[in-house]
């Protein structure tokens, strides 16, 4: 089983930064993706931005030029980086990995718990 653990939400002014930390741990054969998405108060979730074991990386139009998202290849982990913060960000953050699993190989997609972004006018 695979886990993500996240961290690294919290209140903040528009126009200040916020960085965001998904880990992932457990048992595993590859990952092939990870990423980040997020649900506002009413809404849908909603694709922030995501990158690949190739390091191909895609981000949503509205964040484009103040986030920017990274991984530690050594630690499993992802880091979303989110500057220029705006009201409108705000939401719940998630932490998705999707990728095979060990032996039989079985795909696998998980979700982190979520975690929460204010930001305040």
């Known amino acids: 089983q695979v886990q993500l653990v996240e961290s690294g939400g919290g209140l903040v002014q528009a126009g200040g930064s916020l960085r965001l930390s998904c880990a992932a741990s457990?048992?595993?054969?590859?990952?092939?993706?990870m990423g980040w998405y997020r649900q506002a108060p009413g809404k849908q979730r909603e694709l922030v931005a995501t990158?690949?074991?190739?390091?191909?990386?895609n981000y949503t139009d509205s964040v484009k030029g103040r986030f920017t998202i990274s991984r530690d290849d050594d630690k499993n982990t992802i880091y979303l980086q989110m500057n220029s913060l705006k009201p409108e960000d705000t939401a719940v953050y998630y932490c998705n990995s999707a990728g095979v699993g060990r032996f039989p190989y079985n795909p696998f997609e998980v979700w982190g718990q979520g975690t929460l972004v204010t930001v305040s006018s």
């Open positions: 457990g048992s595993f054969f590859r990952i092939n993706s």
């Open positions: 990158i690949t074991s190739g390091g191909i990386i």
